[in-house]
T-cell receptor
Framework: AQTVTQSQPEMSVQEAETVTLSCTYD???????LFWYKQPPSRQMILVIR??????QNATENRFSVNFQKAAKSFSLKISDSQLGDTAMYFC????????????FGTGTLLAVQP | DSGVTQTPKHLITATGQRVTLRCSPR?????VYWYQQSLDQGLQFLIQ???????AKGNILERFSAQQFPDLHSELNLSSLELGDSALYFC???????????????FGPGTRLTVT
């Protein structure tokens, strides 16, 4: 079965500091995509960053970057210069390709940014 | 704002009842996905439609059904509701296959269903 695992249920970081959220996945597919979604208290699901598995270069979106280790099946999210608005649940997800594009989600990491 | 709209935002109903959740995808998107977020099951894929046709099914109960209409909006029908169906139901959309970023999904604000 294709799975996504987030082993950190909760994390805390001081404002302006850097934090890394972990994610591992398991698949036998060769073509897939990985995502981080943010869910703030409003419950809206917001796409933060995406990574194509065939690309070796790690994706970056402003203060958000990923460390994609394909051989280790690891996909961590680094948030630099943390802001109070970053407080949210973060979900790692994968689309294992094919015609369906369905997303498989991890259980989430609740990140609290402290002032 | 993702461009995906869902109505209603909140729904409170009794066990045994039937409800319909509605979703309008982003302009130009052909794929619609339904997900359920509950405390015990997390985020789970229910069903996908592409240009009016069912494309994939996930952990969707037989009491649940969905369809996508010619104008591409979609409805998720939940019947014989049970307390355990209380959850946040998300709709997401993505561009037609072959388009750049067709693998990305954009989520609506969700419908919170409470079954009493």
């Amino acid at each position: 079965a294709q799975t996504v695992t987030q082993s950190q249920p909760e994390m805390s970081v001081q404002e302006a500091e850097t934090v890394t959220l972990s994610c591992t996945y398991d698949t036998s597919e060769s073509n897939y995509y990985l995502f981080w979604y943010k869910q703030p208290p409003s419950r809206q699901m917001i796409l933060v960053i995406r990574q194509e598995a065939y690309k070796q270069q790690n994706a970056t979106e402003n203060r958000f970057s990923v460390n994609f280790q394909k051989a280790a099946k690891s996909f961590s999210l680094k948030i630099s210069d943390s802001q109070l608005g970053d407080t949210a649940m973060y979900f790692c997800a994968s689309n294992y390709g094919g015609a369906t594009n369905k997303l498989i989600f991890g259980t989430g990491t609740l990140l609290a940014v402290q002032p | 704002d993702s461009g995906v709209t869902q109505t209603p935002k909140h729904l409170i109903t009794a066990t045994g009842q039937r409800v319909t959740l509605r979703c309008s995808p982003r302009s130009g998107d052909l794929s619609v996905y339904w997900y359920q977020q509950s405390l015990d099951q997390g985020l789970q894929f229910l069903i996908q439609y592409y240009n009016g046709e069912e494309r994939a099914k996930g952990n969707i109960l037989e009491r649940f059904s969905a369809q996508q209409f010619p104008d591409l909006h979609s409805e998720l029908n939940l019947s014989s509701l049970e307390l355990g169906d209380s959850a946040l139901y998300f709709c997401a959309s993505s561009p037609r296959f072959g388009r750049p970023s067709s693998y990305e999904q954009y989520f609506g604000p969700g419908t919170r269903l409470t079954v009493t």
